[in-house]
């Protein structure tokens, strides 16, 4: 009978054992659940960007004058020297990561960049899910036509004139809204051509191309009209839940344009303060 109750008694300490390490594991289990290391976005991002000494940029390298390699094949371009400057106000460097616009806000969900300078416009959907540094550029639709077309002052002109354009763009969309004929070509170059040699009226295209395109060429036969169109602001793209990222980018730009830096910058690539 003792040996029985001894045997008894034994197998309840070990149950009570068990038990007790159970207990224990799962305190040490909540233990490291409280004391596990937060994701980037829970920390400071920003701080994360000047722990390492670099801010990865993501932007297409295929959209001149904003971004694109030169004929050295050195990245270059107004928003690739934008965010450089916006890095060296941070106290790091740029790295780029060139990817395709279609894929680019997915490298920024997947966490591959900080942020992206590449012409995003800031539009209310976008603003739901991402946030905006404040406006760094701004551009709008303009008509080009020759110097000497005194019959185009406004976009109401335009009716009835033959208009050249890349098929299914916005300008596209513009030009027929106000009633022109279009004449269906694959880039602004080609219809500049037309317009010089009187084989179109008129073109609709960014305002900023143009300034670009008049600035590399010397271009003085042709004039450029404004539109009724809203001038579409741009900004620095950044994941949400990074304020104090937000807050020194906007600094950045904001020092950039009092200090000079910007206006250096915007005249290089556009020849005026592309700004407003």
Not at 3 to 21: D, E, W, Y
Not at 69 to 92: C, K, M, N, P
Not at 237 to 263: F, H, P, Q, S, W
């Amino acid at each position: 009978m003792k040996k029985r109750m001894t045997i008894v008694l034994s197998f309840l300490t070990i149950i009570a054992m068990i038990i007790t390490a159970c207990g224990q594991s799962d305190e040490n289990n909540e233990s490291t659940e409280e004391n596990e290391i937060p994701s980037e976005e829970q920390t400071d991002l920003l701080a994360n960007i000047q722990e390492s000494g670099v801010l990865k940029v993501g932007t297409e390298g295929t959209y001149p004058p904003f971004t694109f390699h030169d004929d050295s094949g050195q990245l270059t371009g107004f928003d690739v020297e934008i965010a450089r400057e916006i890095a060296d106000r941070l106290g790091v460097e740029a790295e780029f990561l060139e990817t395709q616009w279609d894929g680019i806000m997915a490298g920024l969900d997947a966490k591959r960049f900080d942020i992206i300078a590449n012409q995003v416009g800031i539009r209310a959907d976008r603003q739901e899910k991402y946030d905006f540094s404040i406006p760094y550029i701004t551009s709008s639709a303009v008509i080009v036509t020759k110097a000497d077309n005194d019959a185009v002052n406004s976009v109401e002109d335009i009716k009835g004139l033959t208009s050249a354009q890349s098929l299914t763009s916005n300008y596209e969309s513009i030009a027929l809204e106000y009633g022109a004929v279009i004449e269906p070509v694959e880039g602004f170059t080609q219809a500049i051509s037309l317009i010089q040699s009187n084989r179109v009226d008129i073109t609709l295209n960014d305002r900023l191309t143009v300034l670009d395109y008049i600035n590399q060429k010397g271009e003085e036969n042709i004039k450029v009209i404004p539109t009724v169109e809203e001038k579409s602001p741009s900004g620095i793209l950044i994941r949400k839940g990074n304020e104090t990222l937000v807050e020194a980018i906007n600094k950045a730009i904001e020092e950039m344009m009092e200090d000079g830096t910007y206006l250096e910058i915007s005249m290089k690539w556009f020849g005026e303060d592309v700004s407003k």
